[in-house]
């Protein structure tokens, strides 16, 4: 008997809808003062650290995390809401949101106390931007076959080897990291690798940009050479980062960006149509929204069941995978309805300008954070078939 | 799901195991298994769930009901307990008392439309009605010269019924109503039109689809863990696996939104604009996941699934035939996409983000 799905009908409490209004008059504050473009699609490369604090001052960082680290114990739907609504927006959201979504809570599981007292307050107030050191050049999803190494000295460690595709590595403070302490055991492959806190911008890290298909520099190729790290640093158990890895990821894989990456093609293509659109159009844009309908249902609803503390991994995993695939389409569908769009339509060049960059961006949105492939063997386990 | 809802629920399921089991009324050619099953669930109250004790029901909640649903999808279940629980609750919009026995509702599409003629007999021809051939009686939704809509109990002997099949083989038929007189008729209470019956029908078959990909989903995973080939169990081939893990996905989607819509329906205090796009949303989606997840469903099964004997067909084709009661994917999408060009594109976001 296969383990049943499921997807209760979660409805957000009426906390989240006085929060919502408090977000949209922001947003509408900050794009009426210039701060970002809502038409301009979240460019990754976009760096803006003044409204990166002012949502810290919002409150609107940390949200979930304790008071006394500086953070706002409110729930995760809370932080659903604050999470969409930029996204939608086209915020710029790259400085903080690896910090808040996935860092941060790293840290406060993992960490010690005094650097949790000196490094959580600091990201719920916007100030500090983190990366992700996984992926190394002949590692990828087999997250552990990585070679850069950590060795142990006096005080802590020396770290030689290279991360890559290392997003926001060249703008960030911090980067949280895997190294080997030990080789891999024939008994068990995962073991040997260690987490680490990693401060940026020292000696014995250089950051090369790599250039994207987009015409972006966003990840980068990180180069350690005798990186001095602190025992401090050191997050976890040392060659235990396996077990450390799997826990975050449902809140990693189900949340609203997993699936609203391209949906501003979406919104402007319905203001291309009009508002008396052909049989064609209607039926193209009516399918559309019943499917992000319920993209949205099931990610609101996994965000409600972490919630309520139950672990729904397999759908999570369902939400990225089917998620992930259908943003990645979105921009193609539009292209295809907005075919026979007016030439006269007002916002024909904004739509066009948004498609092209739709469509470069879209090829990275099942390989980011867990390929399709890796996300259907978790699937498939949890189904019971391996 | 509250406790009293568990008990409707575990209540079908118990009788749906017990006569219903999808192996056993696959090899009855000849259709025995029904009538005991139409006992027990008379028995249990349940095809008149919806209407309330005085009206002749077990006045369960609609919550309660949807969940039945649920577990009718779960086991593709070919008498039409949807549709009598349908027709009661469509009586009950207008007290009208259901009689026992089992019933359809007409119009079952957006396109078709009975009249009320001046002397209060009813006119008019609706296609693809689930079950018409069976039912006892009609629930008729129909409107006057004015445009007033009522509701019309009626007995199905004074109508012309040209029988036909959906894709699973269920009655799928064209009643003609030819200045008929109804048993009852009252007028519908204000607001009640046509786009209310359609979309309750609608999220009563997106609930039945979801069910039936839960089912389609889980023997699929069993089949694949039992069947050999090339020396291994085909569940341990990545490419089969990949289909499973795309099988729980489309089952998933049509879960959370067919779900979703019920609960909305179930909690509407008016029918608005967020509730028309959960009802919709969930018709098409789950009308695109059983193309999707059928197909794969077949794919893990081979030849085999292709067979009359195996019970695959049973859920596959039923949920591809609901596709087509009470308004088409394609159809809703039209009038979805309508709406949404009328609110204009900067009302989308906050249409969907509206719950």
Known sequence: ?386 | MAESENIVAETAEKIFADLADAQTINHDKKGEWKAPLWQALTDAGLPLAWVSEDCGGSGASLAEGFSVLSAAGRFAIAVPVAETMLAGWLLAQARITSPAGEMTVVPASPKDRITVNADGSLSGRARGVPFAKVAKHFAVLASDANGDFSIALVDAGKCRIDAGLNLGGDPSDVVTLDRVQPVAIKPAPKGFDQTRLMLMGGVARSLQIAGALESMLEISVRYSNERVAFEKKISKFQAVQHNLARLAGESAAALAAATSAADAVANATSFNDEVFLEAVAAKIRCAEAAEKGGSIAHQVHGAIGFTVEHILHRYSLRALAWRDDFGSESYWAVELGRLIAIRGADELWPLVASR
């Open chain 1, 1 to 386: 008997m296969t383990a049943a799905l499921r997807f209760d009908p979660i409805r957000l409490p009426p906390v989240c809808e006085a929060l919502r209004k408090e977000v949209r008059a922001f947003l509408a504050e900050e794009i009426a003062a210039g701060t970002f473009d809502p038409h301009k699609p979240n460019r990754e490369d976009t760096d803006v650290p003044e409204f990166s604090r002012k949502v810290g001052a919002r409150g609107w960082l940390g949200m979930t995390w304790p008071k006394k680290y500086g953070g706002h114990e409110r729930s995760f739907l809370e932080r659903y809401v604050v999470t969409e609504e930029m996204r939608v927006a086209n915020a710029p959201t790259r400085r903080f949101f690896v910090a808040d979504r996935q860092s941060g809570p790293v840290l406060l599981k993992y960490a010690p106390e005094h650097i949790k007292m000196e490094i959580l307050p600091r990201i719920c107030k916007g100030e500090l931007c983190f990366a992700i050191g996984m992926s190394e050049p002949n590692s990828g999803s087999d997250l552990f076959a990585a070679k850069t190494r950590a060795t142990k000295t006096d005080g802590g460690y020396l770290i030689n080897g290279t991360k890559i595709w290392t997003s926001s590595a060249h703008i960030a403070d911090y980067m949280i990291a895997i190294f080997r302490t030990s080789p891999p055991t024939k008994e068990n492959r995962r073991h040997g690798l260690t987490q680490f806190l990693v401060k940026m911008k020292q000696p014995g890290i250089q950051v090369n940009p790599i250039g994207q298909i987009t015409g972006q520099y966003e990840f980068n190729e990180v180069v350690f050479t005798d990186h001095f790290i602190p025992d401090d640093h050191v997050l976890g158990e040392i060659d235990g980062a396996w077990k450390q890895a799997t826990s975050e990821l449902a809140y990693e894989r189900s949340g609203p960006e997993r699936f609203l990456e391209t949906y501003y093609v979406l919104t402007e293509l319905v203001r291309a149509v009009g508002n008396n659109p052909d049989t064609r159009s209607a039926e193209g844009i009516g399918r559309l929204v019943a499917q992000v309908h319920t993209m949205r249902r099931m990610s609101v609803s996994v965000a409600g069941m972490l919630q309520a503390g139950k672990e729904p991994v397999v759908e999570a995993s369902i939400v990225k995978d089917i998620g992930t695939i259908w943003e990645q389409q979105l921009p193609h569908r539009v292209r295809e309805l907005a075919a026979f769009v007016e030439e006269t339509a007002t916002n024909r060049e904004t739509l066009e300008k948004q498609l092209d960059f739709a469509i470069k961006t879209a090829p990275k949105l099942t390989i980011q954070g867990g390929t399709t492939e890796v996300l259907r063997g978790i699937i498939a386990r949890g189904l019971g078939l391996r």
